[in-house]
């Protein structure tokens, strides 16, 4: 059974860089698509993005230019990192591992890490 | 991209059906047959519940059910139970290879 775990600051200043591992444990890290997916509090889900194990990426249009994700095979990790934060990006982040064949579908979830941007 | 549309709440007692509406455009849910809902319970991560529309994965009660018809998509939870009381959301892949969910459906069982 595949298990996930987000690790990362809990408090981020705002006009800095949030960073966030994701870390996949009890199977191969190859053959899927890994996501970031958000959640301000109270509020509703927001996808982020996705990685292919191969290393191709895609990005929601509305974040693309301040989001970067990459994937670490050796450490059987995946990394975000939002540029340039705001109050309007404190949320819980989620990884989330997609069924294999597919890039939309979140089978595999970590169980969230929260985010809180202020100085 | 806007979120797919949803109600923000729905409500039923024991044993009674509810559907939960999830509305999109020509460029996400009437596009494919790539609609997904997922089940989210307070401070939990969410939970995949249908996939493709209507497929059900391993595991999930027969209770619940997916269609979908041009922009729209809907799930179905029959035979209402105190359990199912959660927040739905649905997402959809899009026309730019990208996924959008739902604003959320909160469904209080009475």
């Known amino acids: 059974q595949v298990q996930l775990q987000e690790s990362g600051p809990g408090l981020v200043k705002p006009s800095e860089t949030l960073s966030l591992t994701c870390t996949v444990s009890g199977g191969s890290i190859g053959s899927y698509y890994y996501s970031w997916i958000r959640q301000p509090p109270g509020k509703g889900l927001e996808w982020i993005g996705y990685?292919?194990?191969?290393?191709?990426?895609n990005y929601i249009p509305s974040l693309k230019s301040r989001v970067t994700i990459s994937l670490d095979t050796s450490k059987n990790q995946f990394s975000l990192k939002l540029s340039s934060v705001t109050a309007a990006d404190t949320a819980v982040y989620y990884c989330a591992r997609a069924q294999i064949g597919y890039n939309y579908l979140f089978s595999s979830w970590g169980q969230g890490t929260l985010v809180t941007v202020s100085s | 991209q806007s979120a797919l549309t949803q109600p923000a709440s729905v409500s039923g007692s024991p044993g009674q059906s509810i559907t939960i509406s999830c509305t999109g455009t020509?460029?996400?849910?009437?596009?494919?047959?790539?609609v997904s809902w997922y089940q989210q319970h307070p401070g939990k991560a969410p939970k995949l519940m249908i996939y493709?529309?209507?497929n059900r994965p391993s595991g999930v009660s027969h209770r619940f059910s997916g269609s979908k018809s041009g922009n729209t998509a809907s799930l179905t939870i029959s035979g209402l139970q105190a359990e199912d009381e959660a927040d739905y959301y649905c997402?959809?892949?899009?026309?730019?290879?990208?996924?959008?969910f739902g604003g959320g459906t909160k469904l209080t069982v009475l």
């Open positions: 493709d529309v209507s």
């Open positions: 997402s959809s892949y899009t026309s730019i290879s990208t996924v959008l």
């Open positions: 990685i292919y194990y191969s290393g191709s990426a």
């Open positions: 020509s460029s996400d849910v009437g596009a494919y047959n790539y």
